[in-house]
């Protein structure tokens, strides 16, 4: 089974960046879809980006849009997300995930999170002045 690791959370200050990376320990990402999930406390785990086995085709929820970017490298077994100009509501601990099968409908799957079959542990992203 795949393990994944997410690496790059910290505190920050609202408008600051910050790189997020998943690694995976086992398998070929290659051949999954990838997301990107958080969880703020008190809340409900919600869908954040994804990204088809290809690099070409990607999807961001709409409060990140503008933002964050998704992105993979496939022979380093990475994933990752590029954010920008974070806001505050932006704190929540982030989740990569990975699913092996194949979706006709990926916009509607890649936002599901019965869709995957491997978690990262995740990691947490604070913004506050």
């Known amino acids: 089974q795949v393990q994944l690791v997410e690496r790059g959370g910290g505190l920050v200050q609202p408008g600051d960046s910050l790189r997020l990376s998943c690694v995976a320990s086992?398998?070929?990402?290659?051949?999954?879809?990838m997301a990107w999930f958080r969880q703020a406390a008190g809340k409900e785990r919600e869908f954040v980006a994804g990204i088809t086995q290809s690099v070409s085709i990607t999807t961001e929820a709409d409060s990140v849009a503008g933002r964050f970017t998704i992105s993979r490298v496939n022979a380093e077994n990475t994933l990752y997300l590029q954010m920008n100009s974070l806001k505050p509501e932006d704190t929540a601990v982030y989740f990569c995930a990975a699913s092996p099968r194949y979706f006709a409908n990926f916009f509607t799957a890649v936002r599901a999170q019965t869709t995957y079959d491997y978690w990262g542990q995740g990691t947490q992203v604070t913004v506050s002045s």
């Open positions: 086992e398998g070929t990402l290659s051949t999954y879809v």
